[in-house]
């Protein structure tokens, strides 16, 4: 009894003077409310292999919870928030060049090309991290959300269409560029203000992938969706930077194994999701039209891609070339690597 209890006490000692890891709370902070949302599944998967895996405890705050996405990211920054997840349509006003992700018809739209380029993109991968880290974050991964399709009052088929349609966008200049290109009035707004501002009609536009407008319904304050296939939601898990420096090796294997098995899972998940959503919208509302333009109708909208990627390179200089030539050098290699 004696001995245990001395080996009890010197075991304790030991511990605490190598720093041995206490179990604790860390707060996990996403854009999106539903539990069923992209952003929430892949929280939660995260939260579920970190507590497997260790004594920690992650408590996952959804959209709502803390605020807008822009007070979230100052939270992280702060150590408020260990982690947050917070797409590049708000971070590209912090980072410039997070905006690459809005030039429209970059990403590719066969998803297993797709998958292949987040997982093994230089630009992600290499680039980005450092980017983040200068704004006191650690990138823990990109992943994609979906197809990002319109909803809006009227059909729209051709730009002229979304003439004089107040559109909102994310809170990003590129985007500004992007959608003054399609031929629209654009609009930044953050997220919480979209439902209202159709509702009274300050706004007669805006995009998103299709489980957001299903989990958001979009469709009860517009009556047309369109998809062009201009691009994919991409969005960015981070932790605080001195919280991740902080962490022993062990803790640090642990937070990167929890996001690699959250990334695997959150491909699975959205296997047919966006047909899932469309569906399950039509249903919901059954003379809300669904238009998915043909490769001849988008094609006005493609010729816009050189002018926004000529005002991304205006925005970001020598920085965004760097990261948008990787970028496309990356895309090619996903492509090689999954065609045929
Ligand atoms: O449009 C937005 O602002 C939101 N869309 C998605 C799919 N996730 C979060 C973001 O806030």
């Known amino acids: ?16 003077a190598a720093g041995a890891a206490s179990a604790d709370t860390w707060r996990y902070a996403t854009e999106e409310a539903a539990e069923t949302d992209v952003q929430n599944v892949f929280a939660n998967k995260f939260k579920e292999e970190v507590e497997a895996n260790s004594d920690h405890t992650i408590e996952v705050y959804p959209f709502g919870a803390l605020g807008e ?35 429209p018809y970059l990403l590719p739209q066969d998803n297993e090309a797709l998958v292949e380029f987040f997982r093994n993109s230089v630009a992600i991968n290499e680039m980005f991290p450092e980017l983040y880290a200068e704004q006191g974050l650690e990138l823990l991964t990109m992943f994609p959300e979906g197809e990002v ?19 909102r966008v994310m809170t990003n200049p590129l985007l500004v560029e992007s959608y003054q290109a399609f031929g629209a009035t654009p609009t930044p707004l953050p997220w919480g203000e979209v439902y209202g501002a159709l509702q009274t009609g300050i706004i007669q536009g805006q995009e998103n992938p299709g489980f957001f407008l299903e989990s958001t319904k979009m469709y009860e304050v517009t009556d047309v969706i369109t998809c062009i296939g201009h691009n994919n939601f991409t969005t960015a898990v981070m932790a605080n930077k001195d919280f991740y420096d902080g962490l022993s090796e062990e803790d640090q294997q642990v937070v990167d194994n929890a996001i690699a098995a959250a990334f695997d899972y959150i491909v699975e998940y959205q296997a047919g999701l966006q047909e899932e959503s ?5 249903e919901a509302k059954p003379d809300m039209q669904v238009n998915v333009l043909s490769e001849e109708e988008r094609q006005p909208f493609m010729e816009t891609a050189g002018q926004v990627e000529d005002a991304f390179i205006d925005m970001t200089g020598e920085s965004g070339q ?11 290699a996903a492509q090689s690597a999954t065609s045929g």
């Open 1 to 16: 009894m004696h001995i245990l209890r001395m080996t009890t006490r010197a075991t304790i000692a030991l511990g605490l």
């Open 69 to 103: 996405s822009e007070a979230l990211l100052e939270q992280a920054q702060a150590g408020i928030l260990q982690f947050v997840d917070q797409s590049p349509g708000f971070t590209g006003s912090l980072i410039p060049e997070a905006q690459v992700f809005f030039v």
């Open 322 to 332: 760097r990261i948008l030539d990787q970028m496309k050098q990356d895309l090619e």
């Open 149 to 167: 399709c319109m909803t809006t009052q009227e059909p729209v088929r051709t730009p002229e269409d979304l003439n004089e349609v107040k559109f």
């Open 278 to 282: 469309l569906q399950n919208i039509q």
